[in-house]
């Protein structure tokens, strides 16, 4: 397979005539739609709404949020530009509240904006745009290189556990723990996939098999509760998932059900990976006890779709998020190199080289 054949299969988001268009991930894998946005508001309900997900790809798509916003307003005096991006910043920043790498687009855009002080109301709209692009291509340079690091982990004939999606439908393109097996696979490895549906809104099921099968990387789905099974039989080699928060103390925040893996491949002594940009990184966060976990609908918890199978009015928890401490985790993968046993000195490290 020759370098590059797998890196653009799935287009997450895509910018054509001053549109943002992102894939319905809702509707996956059975209907492959485009969603055409045109405003920082959309672009926030889209996020909200897992329209979009994933912590790279919504950072792209609030940053091309703000990019939408400064040309809808390009043709105004630049003050009233200016207020209105102010309102996209707050619109896109409450879309939702776990993933750091939305913060961290919307805080670099709106400290771009303010250094342009200077332009015009359709001047700034130009720069921004071009930023939002700049933004994107770094997200798929930096994909490419976390899963250049990651592939050196994987061995010719590994199977592979990964949970939730995190993918190029995670990303602007490549993925992340995706990433690293697309790599490896590029490089040659015959690398198999164990794919759990991830429960409550199955992106392992949807997102992650559909995916892999686009690409013809071998992929097994199974249930959520069939990995510990799987790890006592000697059927699982390395597990690699994604992440949405990283403390700086290594504490890993991912989708509800990592922390459960975590810990059965702890019991079971296999490697488990994270693969994460520095992006994710929020060394604001002490540790994982201070990340913010997001609650979602009961009704992802009750049913699926149409389809309804628990009783009405039942009590329902819904956290879309756990945190994995940094203990259980063999290393972080990033676009600098990989973290062994992962703790706050050497997450600092990272930014400091």
Same mark, same amino acid.
């Given at each position: 397979?020759?370098?590059?054949?797998?890196?653009?299969?799935?287009?997450?988001?895509?910018?054509i005539?001053?549109?943002l268009?992102?894939?319905?991930?809702?509707l996956?894998?059975?209907?492959?739609?485009?969603?055409?946005?045109e405003?920082?508001?959309?672009v926030?309900?889209?996020i909200? +709404?897992?329209?979009?997900?994933? *912590?790279? *790809?919504i950072g792209?798509?609030?940053?091309?949020?703000?990019?939408l916003?400064?040309?809808r307003?390009r043709?105004?005096?630049?003050?009233?530009?200016?207020?209105?991006? +102010?309102?996209?910043f707050?619109?896109?920043?409450?879309?939702r509240?776990?993933a750091?790498?939305?913060?961290? *687009?919307i805080?670099?855009?709106?400290?771009?904006?303010?250094?342009?002080?200077?332009?015009d109301?359709?001047s700034?709209?130009?720069?921004?745009v071009?930023?939002?692009h700049?933004?994107?291509?770094? +997200?798929?340079q930096?994909n490419?290189?976390?899963?250049?690091?990651?592939a050196?982990l994987?061995?010719?004939?590994d199977?592979v556990?990964?949970?939730? &999606?995190?993918?190029?439908l995670?990303?602007?393109?490549h993925?992340t723990?995706?990433?690293v097996?697309?790599?490896?696979?590029?490089?040659?490895?015959?690398?198999?996939?164990?794919a759990d549906e991830?429960?409550?809104?199955?992106?392992?099921?949807r997102?992650?098999?559909?995916?892999?099968?686009?690409d013809?990387?071998?992929?097994?789905?199974?249930t959520d &509760?069939?990995?510990?099974y799987?790890?006592?039989?000697?059927?699982?080699?390395?597990?690699?998932?994604?992440?949405?928060?990283?403390?700086?103390?290594?504490?890993v925040a991912n989708?509800i059900?990592?922390?459960?893996v975590?810990?059965l491949?702890?019991?079971?002594?296999?490697?488990?990976?994270?693969?994460?940009?520095?992006?994710t990184?929020?060394?604001?966060? *002490?540790?994982g006890?201070?990340?913010p976990?997001?609650?979602?609908a009961?009704?992802?918890?009750t049913?699926y779709?149409?389809?309804?199978?628990?009783?009405?009015?039942v009590?329902?928890? &819904?956290?879309s998020f756990d945190?994995?401490?940094a203990?259980?985790i063999?290393?972080i993968?990033?676009?600098?190199?990989i973290v062994?046993a992962?703790?706050?000195?050497?997450?600092?490290q990272l930014?400091?080289?």
């Amino acid at each position: 397979m020759r370098d590059g054949d797998l890196k653009k299969t799935v287009e997450t988001l895509r910018w054509i005539d001053n549109r943002l268009e992102m894939i319905d991930q809702r509707l996956l894998p059975h209907q492959f739609v485009y969603v055409s946005h045109e405003s920082a508001a959309e672009v926030a309900t889209s996020i909200r +709404d897992m329209v979009i997900r994933g *912590a790279p *790809a919504i950072g792209v798509a609030a940053a091309y949020g703000v990019a939408l916003e400064a040309l809808r307003w390009r043709d105004q005096p630049a003050q009233e530009q200016r207020s209105a991006l +102010d309102e996209a910043f707050s619109v896109l920043s409450a879309s939702r509240p776990t993933a750091v790498n939305l913060f961290w *687009a919307i805080e670099r855009m709106r400290v771009f904006c303010r250094n342009q002080s200077a332009a015009d109301a359709s001047s700034l709209a130009a720069l921004v745009v071009a930023e939002a692009h700049r933004i994107y291509q770094e +997200d798929i340079q930096i994909n490419q290189s976390l899963g250049r690091f990651g592939a050196e982990l994987l061995h010719d004939g590994d199977r592979v556990l990964t949970h939730c &999606n995190a993918g190029a439908l995670a990303t602007a393109g490549h993925g992340t723990a995706l990433g690293v097996i697309r790599s490896a696979v590029e490089s040659g490895k015959k690398i198999s996939v164990w794919a759990d549906e991830t429960r409550p809104f199955l992106q392992g099921a949807r997102l992650t098999a559909w995916e892999l099968m686009q690409d013809h990387i071998p992929v097994t789905l199974i249930t959520d &509760n069939m990995s510990g099974y799987l790890m006592s039989r000697g059927e699982i080699d390395r597990i690699i998932v994604g992440a949405d928060r990283v403390a700086a103390n290594g504490d890993v925040a991912n989708k509800i059900g990592t922390y459960m893996v975590a810990v059965l491949a702890h019991r079971h002594r296999i490697p488990f990976y994270v693969a994460s940009p520095l992006s994710t990184i929020d060394l604001a966060k *002490a540790s994982g006890a201070d990340i913010p976990i997001e609650e979602r609908a009961p009704c992802e918890v009750t049913g699926y779709g149409e389809q309804f199978w628990a009783p009405v009015g039942v009590s329902v928890r &819904n956290p879309s998020f756990d945190v994995t401490p940094a203990s259980l985790i063999t290393g972080i993968i990033t676009e600098r190199g990989i973290v062994s046993a992962p703790d706050a000195g050497k997450i600092r490290q990272l930014f400091d080289l």
